[in-house]
Nanobody
Framework: QVQLVESGGGLVQAGGSLRLSCAASGRTFSVYSMGWFRQAPGKEREFVAAIGWSARNTYYADSVKGRFTISRDNAKNTVYLQMNSLKPEDTAVYYC?????????????????WGQGAQVTVSS
C-alpha cells in the first residue's frame, strides 16, 4: 500500500504560480513512477504530467508543456508539480498517483494509488 497526500493548492490569479506537493508513505516510494492528473467540474480526469522512478523521464500533456514542471525527491518521498503562467482553464482538482512501472505513464488505468486531491483555482 502507498498513501499519498497532496498539498499546496489554492486560489491564484491568472499568470501566477503554485507548487503542489505529494507526500508518499507506505511502500518504497522510489520504485514507483508518479503522475499528476486533474479533473475540472463536469469533465473527465485527465493526464497532466508524469515522472519515472529515476526522474530521468518526464512526460507532459500538451496543454501544460512549457508551463508546468514535475520533479521528485526520493529522499523525501515527495513529488512536486510546479505550475507557472497559470490560466483559468487550469482550474481543477489535482491528484497525484503512483504507478508500479519504472517509467511514467499518461494512462489513468495504470496507476494503483491515488491521493485525495488538491483544489487549484485560477481567477481571470
Amino acid at each position: 500500500q502507498v498513501q499519498l497526500v497532496e498539498s499546496g493548492g489554492g486560489l491564484v490569479q491568472a499568470g501566477g504560480s503554485l507548487r503542489l506537493s505529494c507526500a508518499a508513505s507506505g511502500r518504497t516510494f522510489s520504485v514507483y513512477s508518479m503522475g499528476w492528473f486533474r479533473q475540472a467540474p463536469g469533465k473527465e480526469r485527465e493526464f497532466v504530467a508524469a515522472i519515472g522512478w529515476s526522474a530521468r523521464n518526464t512526460y507532459y500533456a500538451d496543454s501544460v508543456k512549457g508551463r508546468f514542471t514535475i520533479s521528485r525527491d526520493n529522499a523525501k518521498n515527495t513529488v512536486y508539480l510546479q505550475m507557472n503562467s497559470l490560466k483559468p482553464e487550469d482550474t481543477a482538482v489535482y491528484y497525484c498517483a503512483a504507478n508500479p512501472r519504472s517509467t511514467g505513464s499518461r494512462y489513468l488505468g495504470e496507476y494503483d494509488y491515488w491521493g485525495q486531491g488538491a483544489q487549484v483555482t485560477v481567477s481571470s
